[in-house]
């Protein structure tokens, strides 16, 4: 069982800047790559930006420049640093991660967070 627990959404003005951060605890031996997704009412789930165990680094081309993904491997956690925000970016961010639970099985298991609700309003 693999949990990945989300925080740090909130209401903020245009312009401003939020960090939200997704860590994963339970059985894991190994985290692949991890990434942040969002969904907006009344549209699909979409790819914000994704980050390798190599940190290599993937962004959507509305977010490329304004927002960067880092993780913490220590950790286990992923975190999404959004500046400059403007009333598009308005959706329900999760957090996304490949896992390999066991050390002798190459199995990977997709998770998800429970999502974090992130309002860019005057």
């Known amino acids: 069982q693999v949990q990945l627990v989300e925080s740090g959404g909130g209401l903020v003005q245009p312009g401003g800047s939020l960090r939200l951060s997704c860590a994963a605890s339970?059985?894991?031996?190994?985290?692949?790559?991890m990434g942040w997704y969002r969904q907006a009412p009344g549209k699909q789930r979409e790819l914000v930006a994704t980050i390798t165990s190599g940190d290599r680094t993937n962004y959507d081309d509305s977010v490329k420049g304004r927002f960067t993904i880092a993780r913490e491997n220590a950790k286990n956690t992923v975190y999404l640093q959004m500046n400059s925000l403007k009333p598009e970016d308005t959706a329900v961010y999760y957090c996304n991660a490949d896992i390999r639970r066991s050390p002798w099985t190459a199995k990977i298991d997709e998770y998800w967070g429970q999502g974090a609700q992130v309002t860019v309003s005057s």
């Open positions: 339970g059985s894991i031996f190994r985290i692949n790559a």
